[in-house]
């Protein structure tokens, strides 16, 4: 394909929406792969819109691909988190699409069904218009808009309710860190709100806690463990912690509120973290 080609011209656009709607980029680009092979077949001079076409393909793949998810994941050992994406820092500038991809959302999504996802995605993330939404989920307009309202009150009833700024998001994810480089219980404790809850994923492949756990106490005796390295990362549009310790890599993201980390997500499983070494291109 040319520079030129409607495709390649998406490529990126395609690529998080269906990140947007899986919470894995491995899974996002093997549907991206896939709606290559169907556009490759497809006559181009009955497709008008070549922008909206290729969006319903990969949401449909995508669909396709989710409902298979969602039975294997059934099956997950410990708690599911999404697939950390290194980001670019510019990421965060764009407020809607650095919060529609980080882990507070993507794990909320989770909750959601295939089809109510896919709704939710297309409709809050990329303003598409109800008629193309009923297009790509195969659903009446109609359908679509009462989906798109129940998913809507359903994501806004369990995602965290926070209003902090971009300096401050990140002053406080840098205390964080060098708490966790220092690793001492009291330097924790001072960062963290005391009802915090860290949320880890090993996948069964890495240690890691298989049920989330609540407290300030708790997660600071945890997380006390001095002569690890911690370095600053942008992940899913946000600073974040990439954390190596006896040869096993982790990626943690936070939510801060209230000046104070108030939830930790923290991916261990190896088959997550082989996308940490070049930005992933996110557009909307």
């Given at each position: 394909?040319?520079?030129?080609?409607?495709?390649v011209?998406?490529?990126?656009?395609?690529?998080?929406v269906?990140?947007?709607?899986?919470?894995?980029?491995?899974?996002?680009?093997?549907?991206?792969?896939?709606?290559?092979?169907?556009w490759?077949?497809v006559?181009?001079?009955r497709?008008?819109?070549?922008?909206?076409?290729l969006v319903?393909?990969?949401?449909?793949?995508?669909?396709?691909?989710?409902?298979t998810?969602?039975?294997?994941?059934?099956?997950?050992?410990?708690?599911?988190?999404?697939?950390?994406?290194?980001?670019?820092?510019?990421?965060?500038?764009?407020?809607?699409?650095?919060?529609s991809?980080?882990?507070a959302?993507?794990?909320v999504?989770?909750?959601?069904?295939?089809?109510?996802?896919?709704?939710?995605?297309?409709?809050?993330v990329f303003?598409?218009?109800?008629?193309?939404?009923?297009?790509?989920?195969?659903?009446?307009?109609?359908?679509?808009?009462q989906i798109?309202?129940?998913?809507?009150?359903?994501?806004?009833?369990?995602?965290?309710r926070?209003?902090v700024?971009r300096?401050?998001?990140?002053?406080?994810?840098?205390?964080?860190?060098?708490?966790?480089?220092?690793?001492?219980i009291?330097?924790?404790?001072?960062?963290?709100?005391?009802?915090?809850?860290?949320?880890?994923?090993?996948?069964?492949?890495?240690?890691?806690?298989?049920?989330?756990?609540?407290?300030?106490?708790?997660?600071a005796?945890?997380?006390?463990?001095?002569?690890?390295?911690?370095?600053?990362?942008?992940?899913?549009?946000a600073?974040a912690?990439?954390?190596?310790?006896?040869?096993?890599?982790a990626?943690?993201?936070?939510?801060?509120?209230d000046g104070r980390v108030?939830r930790i997500?923290?991916?261990?499983?190896?088959?997550?973290?082989?996308?940490?070494?070049?930005?992933?291109e996110?557009v909307?």
């Amino acid at each position: 394909m040319t520079a030129e080609d409607p495709f390649v011209a998406h490529r990126s656009l395609l690529f998080t929406v269906a990140y947007e709607m899986l919470g894995s980029a491995a899974d996002a680009e093997d549907v991206v792969q896939e709606s290559w092979l169907r556009w490759a077949g497809v006559d181009r001079a009955r497709v008008g819109d070549a922008r909206a076409y290729l969006v319903r393909t990969v949401t449909r793949q995508a669909l396709n691909r989710l409902r298979t998810l969602s039975r294997s994941r059934e099956d997950y050992v410990g708690e599911w988190l999404p697939e950390p994406l290194l980001t670019r820092p510019d990421i965060a500038e764009d407020v809607e699409l650095a919060e529609s991809v980080s882990m507070a959302l993507l794990t909320v999504l989770e909750t959601l069904g295939p089809t109510e996802r896919a709704v939710f995605v297309l409709r809050e993330v990329f303003d598409m218009p109800y008629g193309e939404i009923a297009g790509a989920v195969g659903k009446s307009a109609a359908a679509v808009r009462q989906i798109a309202r129940r998913a809507r009150d359903h994501v806004a009833a369990r995602r965290p309710r926070v209003s902090v700024d971009r300096a401050e998001q990140q002053a406080v994810v840098e205390r964080f860190l060098a708490a966790l480089r220092t690793g001492t219980i009291a330097e924790l404790m001072e960062v963290m709100a005391p009802d915090v809850v860290m949320v880890a994923d090993g996948g069964g492949l890495a240690n890691a806690a298989l049920e989330p756990l609540h407290g300030a106490a708790l997660v600071a005796r945890l997380l006390a463990r001095p002569g690890r390295t911690v370095s600053a990362v942008w992940l899913n549009g946000a600073l974040a912690g990439r954390v190596e310790a006896d040869g096993q890599l982790a990626a943690v993201s936070v939510v801060v509120a209230d000046g104070r980390v108030s939830r930790i997500y923290a991916t261990a499983n190896p088959r997550k973290l082989t996308r940490l070494g070049e930005p992933a291109e996110l557009v909307r």
